[in-house]
């Protein structure tokens, strides 16, 4: 098995625990602080891990546009955060982390659109079984 699909699988089972562990910490502040606190400890914990495995060259090596396309994955990230933690507070996360998902579906469209990325049939069908099956679970 290819790493980068065993890498795909360890991040799907620890966006499963984020969510449910999220919830729980949710329980008494609001939404927006609740993202704060696990931010500072995501920014922590991924500097920690940098340093000791990036080479410091590399820093001088990071091109401006590299700089800007990573500043707005920021601002989506951020944007996506801020809803996935505002609806974690006040709903179920078994249909929030389904719903969440669906991004996949928004990847697909948009690595075509920017990459030239194939959609085959393959892809369709899947993508329709995926937003087939998020109206059912997210219908209550």
Known sequence: ???WI???LVSMCFAGFTAVIAKRGLADIP??????IRTAFVFLFVVVIT???VP????GEVKRE???WLALSALTTAGSWLFYYRALKVGEVSTIALIDKGSVIVAVLLAALFFKESITL??????AMMIAGLVIIAKK
Do not use: F
């Open 6 to 8: 065993i890498y795909a």
């Open 56 to 59: 410091a060259k590399a820093v």
């Open 31 to 36: 939404a927006e602080l609740g993202l704060l």
């Open 51 to 53: 340093l000791g495995s």
């Open 66 to 68: 590299t700089v800007l």
């Open 122 to 127: 393959r892809t369709v069908v899947g993508g």
């Open 1 to 3: 098995m290819p790493a």
